[in-house]
């Protein structure tokens, strides 16, 4: 992917020459997280090439720092946050 060239819309820059981040955001179609209590702000890329077919998951089953199996289908309807990590 290579560079893109983007005009500024009025909205956008503002009157001291800054950018208004939330406009650019809307005026590219990019999502924006924002932080206000910690001054954070995170620009995503356009939605363009998505990696998700659906919402829905697929069967997982892992096991649980006993040993045991546990299917991830057993929390179904409720609302999950799965974190994965890896070390490499």
Not at 6 to 30: H, N
Request: proline share 6%; charged share 20%; net charge negative.
């Amino acid at each position: 992917m290579g560079d893109v060239c983007v005009p500024l819309t009025e909205t956008a820059l503002g009157s001291d020459g800054t950018i208004d981040v939330k406009a650019f955001a809307q005026q590219m179609a990019m999502p924006l997280a924002v932080d206000d209590k910690h001054g954070v702000w995170a620009l995503g890329p356009r939605p363009e090439n998505h990696v998700l077919t659906s919402e829905a998951v697929p069967d997982i089953v892992l096991d649980d720092f006993s040993g045991q199996t546990f299917d991830l289908a057993s929390l179904r309807g409720r609302k999950v946050l799965l974190i994965a990590w890896a070390s490499w």
